[in-house]
């Protein structure tokens, strides 16, 4: 229950360091990093081996965060470990940055993936996980998909492959926050049951609320025990979610603000961090 709350608080470290971050900046893919703050907290949080001091550990657990966009959310958690000083954030998507608006391997401490272009993360993931095997490795890859991105077909394709390889060392996520850069998702491109569509593919699958710590704790650690083929962990999530302005604008992919805009939903963070701090202080 403790290491919960612990995650708890780190997650909400996570979102108010992104809302700051973005708010700095005046615009950005607010939405999409709201809605993985919990996951990447669980995974930084203890589920992946790494060294912040050692971002290029041989033996190191990968993540592919393939919904680029997002790296708003994946910099605060890594800054937050120490791969970097904290108030880098404030360089955001800005000329000479390390951080820049979409994941980029050669850029940023830590990040293990150049990502952006949609649907093509997924065949990385494939690819380390394959070679972590060909190599005898033991480390595992990660991969975050959106659930909008699944509309490309190289996601299927990189599924397929998975599950044909066997790649038990692949643990994949799709952020089902509903939304996408034109609108709903049922709108643009309806995907059906996610979950289903992965285990018909031959993937151990589970689907779980993206929000709940230790719905995510418990999933990560079965996707883990499952042998002979990959994981896939669906989150239900809210696109934007700890963010007001976030979740008032739809859709929410890519926002523009003024700071007298964004000012309510920072103190809003803050204060769910405060409070999550307490709840630890009285365990």
């Known amino acids: 229950m403790e290491k919960n709350k612990e995650l708890r608080v780190f997650a909400e470290e996570i979102r108010v360091e992104t809302i700051k971050e973005l708010a700095h900046l005046g615009f950005g ?6 809605s993985v703050v919990e996951t990447l907290a669980v995974l930084y949080g203890g589920q992946m081996n790494y060294d912040p001091k050692n971002p290029a550990m041989e033996n190191r657990d990968r993540l592919v965060m393939s919904k680029g966009h997002a790296g708003p959310a994946l910099y605060a958690a890594l ?3 120490g791969f970097f000083p904290l108030d880098r954030l404030n360089t955001l998507n800005q000329g000479g940055t390390t951080l820049p608006s979409h994941c980029d391997r050669l850029k940023t401490p830590g990040v293990d993936m150049t990502t952006g272009s949609l649907g093509q993360g997924a065949s990385m993931a494939v690819g380390l996980a394959k070679g972590a095997k060909m190599r005898g490795k033991d480390y595992f890859t990660y991969l975050i998909l959106g659930d909008g991105e699944c509309d490309e077909g190289q996601v299927w394709e ?3 492959s998975a599950a044909h390889l066997k790649l038990d060392n692949l ?3 799709v952020d ?35 929000h709940d710590i230790d719905a995510l704790q418990q999933a990560v650690e079965q996707a883990k025990a499952a042998k002979g083929r990959p994981s896939m962990i669906v989150l239900d999530t809210v ?7 976030a979740l008032e604008t739809f859709p929410c ?9 964004i000012a309510p939903s920072v103190a809003e963070a803050e204060q769910a961090l405060a409070q999550a701090r307490k709840a630890l202080e009285v365990e």
């Not at 893919?29 to 709201?34: D, L, N, R």
Request: aromatic fraction near 10%.
């Open 253 to 261: 992919h890519h926002l523009k603000f003024k700071p007298e805009q």
């Open 29 to 34: 893919h607010m939405g999409g990093s709201m």
């Open 158 to 160: 990189a599924a397929l």
């Open 176 to 210: 089902w926050n509903k939304q996408q850069l034109d609108g709903a998702v049922d709108d643009v491109l309806n995907l059906g049951d996610i979950a289903q569509k992965f285990q018909d593919f031959g993937w151990h699958t589970q689907q779980v609320n993206g």
């Open 239 to 245: 696109k934007g979610n700890g963010c007001r302005l």
């Open 171 to 173: 643990i994949a996520f």
């Open 79 to 81: 800054a937050l470990k």
